[in-house]
């Protein structure tokens, strides 16, 4: 079953144009590479479905729904969560409460009710405060909950990005370089999580990654851009061993 | 809420309820107490905006002045209760808000302040103009409140309806910035992308932080009106330079604190009158207080209640570590 269809994606700034009638859909529970050369169009992909920008002309659909028409913050609540690329913490917030933000769109509160403290209100806080733990505990940073974001190591908030995304109970995650700053075995703990994330939640996982290895070994579909157009699509044995993509980077290195 | 924390709070709260008869102030310096805590409920407000959600205002001597007068106005012309016209002025003043927080949508920054510096210049011009409702030159009384047939009429029982206004603005605005709304407003401060990606409908969670922050100092604004007893639209709380003052507070006190907002209203107030004893020159005080300022500024950064933090969990660790030393020594 398709979960995510992009259609015929195109995305012009000016005259330049970042994204060229790109095509390409996503199956339920599959782990998805988007890959190519710096300046592919991968993110831009990636702002265009979480609809920060909007695309010159094409389709999103998710579930079977159009998205292309809705705004930022509507998207959470069809059921897409996102990381960034620069990982975009809320610095000034406690790990543990960057994950509450992240499930603030399913937050039953309202400014009276949370100035009187009802007790549907303190019901509400337990119930996502609860939730949160549990998925720092997976994460394995329970103890740097009461910590603020601004202070962990880069490992750690990109692990806090990745939770706050999760947190919100999402089908499909958009994860933007999340091996971006890693090492080896930062990197290897990384495809576990991702494998974990799919296999016990459930959750189709849409990737944009540079680190080759770590696409080759989990994604079962790639997909190739360069220039915004896509050049390559199939299970990583073929894309591997395709010659435009081996063209594409770096004319001709080669990818392991 | 720990039993420690409860028993501060109680302490606190008598300090403050017990302290005024006790000292037995002058009318004058009742009434800058007072101030002082009319100006808490703004300092509250504002930080609620700057602090909170990270829009700059610097006009709220404007808000100040909509909430003197449209309390002034339902107590004086429609005789209405002085309650009632306090959340009534509020309200006006909220919606007031909203409107000047529609700007701030599109605006950031340097920008976002000189709007509502234009804002707050334009109402005190409009305000002197529209003589029909503010009296000009010539002024207004508004009387003094009244509350189940009890006058208000000392400074010293005034001081005691502004407390009670004062806590309840504190445990609402505790709650608020703890639970949803308050961590949204965090969130779109510290990075507004991801704010929407999570979920947060920023233009909403702006227009909402100005009118709430608005309504805020609209309820001060009635209290103000009510504590004056004369009021013109000269007055000094409803200029400019009162709306740096209160940024000032503010940065003083600590950004994103309930408590820094308190401190720094107090030590606002209170600076220029108690460094105004000092000498018999008249503008010493101003330059000491000014001077007060920039050494806060420049050592404590991020506002006296974080270098009070800072303090005790500096004292908190010297103490653990002294016990730790202690332990150790027994070991052996």
């Known amino acids: ?256 | 809420m720990d039993v420690k924390k409860y028993i501060l709070v109680i302490l606190l709260v008598l300090i403050a309820a017990l302290f005024p008869p006790i000292l037995n102030l002058p009318g004058s310096l009742q009434y800058l107490l007072d101030l002082s805590l009319i100006y808490a409920i703004v300092a509250i407000g504002l930080n609620l905006l700057m602090g909170y959600a990270g829009q700059i205002s610097l006009g709220h001597g404007a808000f100040l002045a909509v909430g003197a007068y449209t309390s002034a106005y339902l107590t004086l012309n429609l005789h209405l209760p002085f309650f009632i016209a306090l959340i009534l002025s509020g309200l006006v003043t909220g919606i007031v808000g909203i409107f000047l927080g529609i700007p701030a949508l599109r605006l950031e920054g340097n920008y976002l302040a000189i709007a509502t510096l234009g804002f707050g210049i334009a109402v005190t011009q409009i305000f002197a103009i529209w003589t029909s409702f503010t009296g000009g030159f010539s002024g207004i009384r508004p009387p003094k409140p009244e509350i189940f047939g009890f006058k208000f009429s000392s400074y010293l029982s005034y001081y005691y309806v502004i407390l009670v206004v004062l806590i309840i603005v504190i445990i609402l605005t505790q709650n608020i910035v703890r639970t949803k709304i308050g961590r949204s407003l965090m969130a779109m401060r510290d990075s507004e992308i991801a704010a929407k990606a999570m979920g947060i409908n920023v233009s909403y969670y702006k227009t909402l932080a100005f009118g709430l922050s608005a309504f805020y100092t609209g309820i001060a604004g009635s209290l103000y009106a009510h504590l004056l007893g004369f009021m013109t639209p000269y007055d000094y709380a409803f200029s400019i330079g009162m709306s740096l003052n209160f940024l000032a507070m503010i940065v003083i006190g600590g950004m994103g604190t309930i408590s820094g907002s308190i401190i720094g209203a107090i030590i606002m107030t209170w600076l220029p009158q108690l460094t105004s004893n000092l000498s018999s020159i008249k503008s010493l005080s101003q330059i000491i207080t000014g001077a007060i300022i920039i050494a806060v500024v420049m050592f404590y950064p991020n506002g006296i209640a974080y270098a009070g933090a800072r303090l005790k969990d500096k004292l908190e660790r010297l103490f653990t570590k002294h016990q730790e030393k202690i332990v150790v020594k027994i070991e052996k």
């Open chain 1, 1 to 256: 079953m398709e979960h995510l269809i992009v259609e015929n994606l195109t995305m012009e700034f000016g005259g330049l144009k970042a994204v060229d009638s790109l095509s390409f859909s996503v199956k339920k529970g599959e782990i998805y590479g988007l890959i190519g050369p710096n300046g592919a169009g991968k993110t831009t992909v990636f702002n265009c479905i979480s609809r920060f920008y909007n695309p010159t002309s094409g389709r999103i659909i998710f579930e079977g729904k159009e998205i292309t028409k809705l705004e930022p913050h509507e998207i959470i609540r069809v059921g897409i969560s996102r990381t960034f690329q620069n990982v975009e913490l809320f610095k000034h917030m406690t790990v543990l409460e960057n994950l509450l933000v992240g499930q603030i769109a399913f937050t039953k509160e309202n400014i009276l009710s949370a100035a009187f403290m009802l007790p549907s209100v303190k019901k509400e806080e337990k119930r996502i405060r609860d939730k949160a733990m549990e998925i720092l505990r997976i994460l394995n940073i329970e103890d740097k909950a009461h910590e603020y974001a601004v202070t962990q190591p880069y490992g750690v908030q990109k692990l806090v990005e990745i939770g706050r995304a999760l947190v919100s109970e999402p089908r499909l995650i958009m994860l933007d370089e999340p091996a971006a700053g890693m090492n080896h075995s930062e990197t290897d703990e990384l495809a576990k999580l991702i494998l974990k994330l799919r296999d016990e939640f459930g959750i189709t996982i849409l990737l944009v990654e540079h680190d080759m290895s770590l696409v080759m070994n989990i994604c079962e579909n790639i997909c190739v851009m360069n220039f915004g157009k896509k050049i390559c699509e199939g299970p990583p044995e073929k894309v591997k061993s395709d010659p435009a993509v081996i063209e594409a980077y770096l004319g001709g290195e080669e990818i392991a």
